[in-house]
């Protein structure tokens, strides 16, 4: 499994021990890593796109959020994904410190 390993998501201790007891492991991966992690300029780009919409409430909010998710072109996936190999060689190169990306 791969996560980010931000501490919110591995600190609890009930974290730690489903992940030993049911056998699962987990990558060693750089902390809230947008250079590694394409999902990171996703959630962003979502995130700029419902502010600009100012939902009320938090019926408005999800809804905002789905339609707005879906208006994510698939190119930008894509174009996050064919990234992967110069992001690899580009963190490599910084010995694992921030990147343009």
Same mark, same amino acid.
């Given at each position: 499994m791969q996560q980010d390993n931000d501490p919110k998501h591995t600190s609890p201790k009930i974290m730690k021990e489903w992940l030993h007891n049911n *056998?699962?492991?987990? /990558? !060693?991966? =750089? *902390?809230q890593s947008p250079d590694l992690n394409p999902i990171e300029h996703l959630w962003r780009d979502l995130k700029m796109a419902v502010h600009q919409r100012l939902p009320s409430n938090l019926t !408005? /909010? +999800?809804?905002? $959020?789905? !339609? !707005?998710?879906q208006r994510i =072109?698939? *190119?930008r $996936? +894509?174009? /996050?994904? @064919?990234s992967f190999p110069k992001r690899l060689v @580009?963190? /490599?190169?910084?010995k694992g410190a921030s990147t343009k990306y």
């Open positions: *056998s699962v492991t987990v /990558l !060693e991966w =750089p *902390s !408005e /909010l +999800e809804r905002i $959020c789905k !339609e !707005e998710w =072109p698939k *190119s $996936c +894509e174009k /996050l994904v @064919a @580009a963190v /490599l190169d910084q």
